[in-house]
């Protein structure tokens, strides 16, 4: 779908992952907020697959709310909110950049 106004700002920024593979975060034991751990959580992990450098957040948004059958559009400005959280987390953390 096309970018809604909530996402307009910064929808159509591309994430590039800098580390490859599924993240634990286990190299930051400081970290003592579990909300960000995406081992075991389906929610954080998904959305690492889609982020290839070609996808902007906003796809990368509606692919992961497909595969978790979160339709509504509440679901979905829910999600994206929560993934703009998450990718700006992983960018301070090193683990993606924006291109």
């Known amino acids: 779908p096309p970018l809604p106004a909530y996402a307009a700002e910064t929808g159509s ?3 590039v ?3 490859a593979g599924p993240l634990t975060l286990a ?3 400081e ?7 995406p081992a075991w959580n389906a929610s954080l ?5 889609w982020t290839d450098g070609q996808r902007n957040l906003w796809q990368i948004t ?3 709310a ?3 059958q979160e339709f509504s559009d509440e679901q979905l400005e829910a999600k994206y909110r929560e993934l703009s959280q998450y990718f700006e987390f992983l960018r301070d953390l090193g ?3 924006w291109k």
């Open 95 to 97: 683990y993606i950049a």
């Open 27 to 29: 190299a930051h034991p």
């Open 66 to 68: 497909f595969e978790q």
């Open 17 to 19: 992952r800098i580390v």
């Open 31 to 37: 970290l003592d907020n579990p909300r960000w751990r």
């Open 13 to 15: 920024r591309v994430p």
């Open 62 to 64: 509606c692919q992961t």
């Open 45 to 49: 992990n998904i959305p690492l697959f």
